[in-house]
């Protein structure tokens, strides 16, 4: 009888490290880990990463985005890439001037506020959530303080990274998946009644991520 119970443990213990869908309990609360990643951010000297986002409902077609994001401090930021429309856009400030190219146009605008609200409609947010940790923006800014989190938090294997999963339930039902390492996003699902649309679903994905990288001061270069 010892001999079996010893071989169904080591079985037991065998699933659950073989299997990456195996979620453990995570050590931190879901407000302790979103804290964390918000100084994560802020600690940055400067930064880089791909974010594509995507966009599906139970009524409509998948629409699709991307962004490359760069990020020098104090307040250098350039954000570029597809639309869902499949046209080219950008953002991009100095610090100082800041500047919206779309639809083959290009204007001024007067703050990061207008600029990633500018910008968040054509790219299915790809650019927003990154830029308004990096930029303290009120604009698409993922950790309000009156968000209502999962008592449970689990870690998983998503993107070949080891990640928090932490559950936010109102006022938007989303999911973040938190690098336990670096504690940087590497993925957000969003889930939105839109009526008549049925049930949006919003997934971004950051990949290529660099910490503190060296970035050339011509990428904030801002259009006359």
């Known amino acids: 009888m010892t001999i079996f119970r010893s071989l169904f443990a080591a079985c037991c213990l065998f699933i659950c490290l073989g299997n990456p869908s195996f979620a453990q309990t995570a050590p931190l609360s879901g ?3 979103l804290a964390k990643s918000a100084a994560a951010y802020d600690a940055l000297t400067s930064y880089s990463c791909h974010v594509e986002a995507s966009n599906t409902s139970d009524k409509g077609p998948v629409l699709s ?6 990020f020098v401090r104090p307040g250098s930021f350039s ?4 639309s869902m429309g499949n046209t080219p856009y950008a953002y991009v400030t100095n610090g100082t001037a800041h500047s919206v190219t779309a639809n083959g146009s290009t204007s001024s605008v007067a703050d990061n506020e207008m600029g990633l ?5 054509l790219s299915l ?8 940790l990096l930029l303290h923006t009120k604009w698409g800014a993922p950790f309000p303080s009156d968000q209502t989190l999962a008592n449970k938090v689990t870690i ?3 993107q070949g990274h080891k990640c928090y999963e932490v559950d936010s339930l109102t006022p938007i039902k989303r999911a973040f998946w ?13 889930r939105m009644d839109a009526g008549g649309l049925g049930t949006l679903h919003f997934l971004q994905t950051v990949t290529t991520s660099k910490i503190n990288p060296t970035i050339s001061e011509a990428t904030f270069a801002v259009p006359d």
């Open 117 to 121: 609200a500018s910008v968040t409609g």
């Open 79 to 82: 954000a570029a890439g597809t």
């Open 31 to 33: 407000s302790a880990i």
């Open 125 to 132: 947010q790809a650019p927003t959530t990154i830029g308004a």
């Open 178 to 190: 938190i690098d336990a390492k670096t504690f940087l996003i590497v993925q957000i699902a969003t």
């Open 156 to 158: 998983q294997n998503v």
């Open 65 to 70: 985005a991307n962004a490359d994001i760069s």
